[in-house]
């Protein structure tokens, strides 16, 4: 089955040190994956998609199809970085031109001043 | 532009009640999905509406149901209320619902089941 892992349930990191946030996927077919952030009392809004293969607020994520993994990278952390993060995956529907996200189960990054 | 709006923010309702769920979403988009967000399951997809017709549906039971106005605006309703449906259901929108697109949520209904 479809399956997202993020290892960490909560990640501190102190400002200006780098940040790395995990993200394992299972599926067999051409994967397509996404990073949501959610800031405090603020919707889910969507960071990343890897065929974009953009930098949003100093994140990146590259997709390591030998290792299936889709890791979000920034080089130093910002205070204003504080928030959760989904790494999701985009999955075919069975309705033609449908498609739904299974979503890991997030993770909590601190930055500490 | 306006983005999606979800109403009601808040309901309480008592187990066997039934509930209704609206989600306008941004102007133009044409596919509207619903999550289910707990804190021991996480976010997880319910359905996904495109032009009145629901064209995906995920692993819930038959009490979940949804359906789409010609307007784009979409409802979804729980029938026969069950402690562990309380959750907060998200309604995202997409233009056309194509995979490359990411979606665009709401800020959710948070509904308790007492």
């Known amino acids: 089955a479809q399956r997202v892992t993020q290892p960490e349930k909560l990640l501190s990191v102190f400002k200006g040190a780098p940040v790395e946030l995990k993200c394992n996927y299972s599926?067999?077919?051409?994967?397509?994956l996404f990073w949501y952030v959610q800031y405090s009392r603020q919707r889910l809004q969507l960071l990343l998609r890897?065929?974009s293969r953009e930098s949003i607020k100093g994140f990146t994520a590259d997709l390591n199809k030998g290792e299936t993994s889709f890791h979000l990278k920034k080089p130093f952390a910002q205070e204003e970085d504080s928030a959760m993060y989904y790494c999701?995956?985009?999955?075919?529907?069975?309705?033609?031109?449908?498609?739904?996200?299974?979503f890991g189960k997030g993770t909590k990054l601190s930055v500490i001043p | 532009k306006a983005g999606v709006t979800q109403t009601p923010r808040y309901l309480i309702k008592t187990r066997g009640q039934q509930v209704t769920l609206s989600c306008s979403p941004i102007?133009?988009?044409?596919?509207v999905s619903w999550y289910q967000q707990t804190p021991g399951q996480g976010l997880q997809f319910l359905f996904e509406?495109?032009?009145?017709?629901?064209?995906n549906k995920g692993n819930f039971p038959g009490r979940f149901s949804g359906r789409q106005f010609s307007n784009s605006r979409s409802e979804m309703n729980v029938s026969t209320l069950e402690l562990g449906d309380s959750a907060l259901y998200l309604c995202?929108?997409?233009?056309?619902?194509?995979?490359?697109?990411?979606?665009?949520f709401g800020s959710g209904t948070r509904l308790t089941v007492v």
């Open positions: 995202a929108s997409s233009l056309v619902g194509q995979i490359n697109y990411g979606y665009t």
């Open positions: 599926y067999s077919g051409s994967p397509e």
């Open positions: 890897h065929i």
């Open positions: 999701a995956l985009g999955l075919e529907g069975s309705g033609a031109g449908s498609y739904q996200l299974t």
């Open positions: 102007s133009g988009h044409r596919s």
């Open positions: 509406y495109f032009s009145e017709t629901q064209r």
